[in-house]
């Protein structure tokens, strides 16, 4: 008698070992990295980057006006330090928007790149076999006819060739099919729009990664140059060095402000003078929408005021003619301009540095004492100054406005009041050391703007493509069709099966209706046409 052995307990099964720290990460980077690059994430991202420009629209930014946002931390001295905090007076340099714009630019290449290469392979792929049970699609019909089934598919390959499908004819599992295809430009035209998107995104970092602008105030009968150390504000990319600015120059020959009948400004326009890297001079006009564009450069006028002129004779007869300045309008619609001519240094005679502020009157007029204007053309010219002297702190170190003097200066008794006057054209004042200022006339300036964006066609070819993607993607649809032979019921002829299925559209019915109309028709022709008659047989000659 044998006896057998107990069976021996299972071994217990062996958890399994844990992931390596190392891998851990790795998981987690790519759960990130997917969440990053998926179609949502980057509507996500783009909506934000979207909200996150209305503060540079609705706040006063640095790099476009200094003098605003000056004025804003005036009006506002609590609540401006916040926002300056927040980066809100330079919104499309912060941190936290160059952040957004990147994570975009990441999310963007993520999605898109993938796709386009899916798109590509697609692109050279046959359309797929015939679905087996082409009576579930959207739009689908049945037709039975006599005719052999590689007549029919010979029908139906045709009338889908002449609607421009892409055709292939296969020996399906469940019999012969026809399978085709057309709409291909609907994914390329997604693809499109957001490839062009992505290099508008990068023609706008080129923009500003390489391109400056400059803006400076220049009377009649002056110019600048192109250079950084000319202009009254710049900002430059971090790629942008003082070398590479064009050698442009420009003289403003004459200036002319139209005004409509309700004394609005209808239209500035300027004659200026320019010369590239010492070349000829050239003459032409710019206006606010037709800007000087040369060697990538663009030259727009973006205001207009007045600089008055003043001449200074000092009691020992030395005189100083055709000192001016620039004043600022206060009041864009009567250009009352308000300003200050600073004149360090008069000489020996004199008792030091003299200042010269107050207001232009272009139509002047005094109400309840006070100088101003009524008209924004120089009608009457006439101003109303103030006449300072004493230090006037040039040489301290510390910056100041050209425009206005220091207060803490004149609070301090650094300066000295020591005449007020109203002058017309060609009306003295002096003052009591006997210094005659006089106001000699007037000129007008202009606002001048230089730029220069390299990224600016790229963003235009990418602007244009964007909207191309954007009509495919609208107009165009995806659309298969199949078609399979089979034996009719009890050996009656035999039976076309047609199906459809449109991606993007709900009413396809119309179409479809159509193509089949179309083959129904084609096949009757076909039935109905008598059989082709058989060649006759050669009789061969009886042998000799």
Not at 188 to 195: A, E, P, Q, R, S
Request: aromatic share 8%.
């Amino acid at each position: 008698m044998t006896t057998t052995a107990p069976p021996r307990p299972a071994a217990p099964a062996t958890p399994p070992s844990p992931p390596s720290p190392a891998r851990r990460v790795a998981n987690r980077l790519l759960r990130w990295w997917r969440q990053l690059t998926a179609m949502r994430t980057a509507l996500m991202l783009l909506f934000l980057l979207a909200v996150a420009s209305i503060p540079g629209s609705l706040l006063p930014q640095r790099s476009l006006s200094r003098t605003n946002v000056s004025k804003y931390f005036t009006d506002h001295p609590t609540l401006a330090p916040w926002l300056d905090r927040l980066f809100l007076f330079d919104v499309f340099s912060s941190p936290w928007f160059a952040a957004i714009y990147l994570l975009l630019f990441i999310s963007l290449i993520g999605c898109v790149v993938p796709r386009a290469i899916e798109h590509g392979r697609t692109l050279f792929t046959p359309p797929p076999p015939a679905p087996r049970h082409l009576q579930r699609l959207p739009e689908h019909t049945e037709l039975t006819t006599p005719l052999a089934g590689p007549v029919l598919l010979d029908v139906v390959e045709e009338e889908l060739r002449v609607r421009r499908f892409r055709v292939v004819r296969r020996d399906g599992k469940n019999g012969p099919e026809v399978s085709g295809e057309k709409g291909y430009l609907r994914e390329t035209g997604n693809v499109l729009f957001h490839l062009s998107l992505l290099a508008l995104l990068l023609g706008l970092a080129g923009g500003k990664m390489w391109g400056y602008e400059g803006s400076i105030l220049v009377s009649e009968g002056q110019g600048f140059c192109n250079s950084f150390q000319q202009y009254d504000t710049y900002s430059a990319g971090p790629l942008v060095a003082g070398e590479d600015l064009t050698g442009l120059c420009v003289d403003l020959d004459d200036f002319e402000a139209k005004y409509e009948q309700n004394l609005t400004a209808s239209s500035y326009t300027a004659d200026i003078s320019y010369q590239v890297d010492g070349g000829p001079t050239v003459p032409t006009t710019i206006g606010v929408n037709h800007p000087l564009r040369t060697h990538g450069d663009r030259v727009y006028v973006t205001g207009h005021g007045y600089t008055p002129s003043f001449s200074i004779t000092l009691p020992d007869g030395t005189a100083f003619t055709d000192l001016s300045a620039p004043f600022l309008p206060s009041d864009p619609g009567t250009m009352l301009s308000q300003g200050v001519l600073k004149v360090p240094d008069l000489g020996p005679g004199s008792t030091g540095s003299l200042a010269i502020e107050g207001f232009f009157a272009p139509t002047g007029v005094l109400q309840a004492g006070l100088l101003t204007s009524v008209d924004p053309r120089p009608l009457d010219p006439q101003v109303g100054i103030n006449v300072y002297t004493g230090y006037l702190g040039l040489d301290s170190g510390l910056p100041q406005s050209v425009y206005s003097l220091d207060q803490d200066l004149i609070d301090r008794g650094a300066l000295t009041q020591v005449g007020r006057a109203n002058l017309a054209v060609g009306e003295s004042m002096t003052l009591p050391d006997g210094t005659t200022v006089t106001f000699s006339g007037f000129r007008e300036f202009a606002a001048v703007q230089v730029s220069h964006d390299p990224g600016q066609v790229w963003v235009l070819g990418a602007a244009v493509a964007v909207l191309v993607g954007l009509l495919g993607m609208l107009l165009v649809r995806r659309e298969r069709v199949f078609a399979r032979v089979v034996p009719g019921p009890d050996g009656g002829g035999t039976v076309l099966a047609i199906g459809s299925l449109t991606r993007g559209s709900a009413d396809t019915g119309p179409r479809f209706t159509a193509l089949t109309g179309d083959v129904g028709t084609a096949l009757a022709t076909r039935a109905a046409a008598p059989p082709a008659a058989a060649p006759p047989l050669s009789e061969e000659a009886p042998p000799s």
